[in-house]
C-alpha cells in the first residue's frame, strides 16, 4: 500500500482557494443581475418584444464603463423600446403627408392649399361688417410673394369731395396727408368724419375698404394712399 | 401680374362695376381701383392681346378711357 501523505498546510491553502473562487462567483452573479434582479431571460424577452431589427455598428454613447449589469443593460432597452415606439408613431404622420396628393387638399371643411378657407374661417363680425379678425397668412403671402395685394397712389385734394374705390376692397390702408392742409376723410360711404392732420399718417387695418372719400376745407393737399387687399 | 391703367373722364362708377365688367371681356379676375382719372387694374393673371383690346374697347365707351 502506498500512502501519500498531504501536508495539511497544502489542503488548508487549497480550500481557502476553493472559498476565494466562491466569493469570486457570487460577486459575479450579483454583478450580472444587478439590483433589479434582471435575468438573461428577462433581456431575451425585451428583445424579442422589439419589432424590427437594430444594426448596431458601434456601441451606443450610453455603454460606457458604468454600464456593468443587465439592470443597465435593461434599462436602456425599456428606453430604446419607448423610443422606438415613438418614432413608429412619427412614421405614421409622415407617411400620410407624404401620401397627400399635390395641390389642394381638404382637412374636413378646410382647404389646406391656397389658403383661402383658411382664411374664410377666421372672418367674423366687426362693427356690422364681415372681416378678417386675423392678418391672414394668405395676404401676407401676396404681399411679400410679389406685391400682388400692394397698391401706392398719390391722389389730389381739394375743397370738392372726391373718392376712390376699390375692389375687392382694402384689408389695411396707410393714408398719408402729404400736404399742409388737414384733409378730411369718410370711409364706404359713411358720414363719420375723420381728420388726417397735415403731415401725419393714419393706418386702418382689420376693417374692410371698399372707398375712400377725401376732401380739404380750404386751399389743397394730396393724400398718399397705401392699401393691402 | 398684370397691371393695366387708363386715364380716364369722370363717371361716378366705383371699382365693383369696372371689376366686373373686366371680368366678364376678360374672364379674368382683377383688383381693381379707381381714383379720381384714373382706373387701375391688376390681373392675377397675363391678358391675351384680343381681351385686351376688348377692355380698352368698353373703357373708350364707357369713360372715355386710355391705357397708359
Redesign the interface.
Known sequence: MIWDGLDPQYLKQQLDRLSNLNLSLTELRDAIIGSGQKSLTDIYNKLSSIGGSVSITNLPSWFTSSTKTTDDIFSKLDAIDNALASVGTDKLRTSIVDALPAGDNWVGRVKIGDGANIASIVSGTLGGSTVHLLGVAPDLTKVFA????Y?E?E??VTTTE???????PLRAVVLTNEGDVDITIKLNGSTTTKTIPARTSKVIAFFEI??ISYVVSSGSSTLK?E?Y? | MHVVTYKVKDTGKNADYFREKAREITGADAFVEVHPGLVRYRFLEEIGKDKLESLDKFMKETCDGVRT
Open positions: 410679389g406685391g400682388a395685394a397698391t397712389q391722389v389730389a372726391s373718392t376712390s374705390s376699390f375692389s375687392p371698399s372707398s394712399i392699401g387687399w
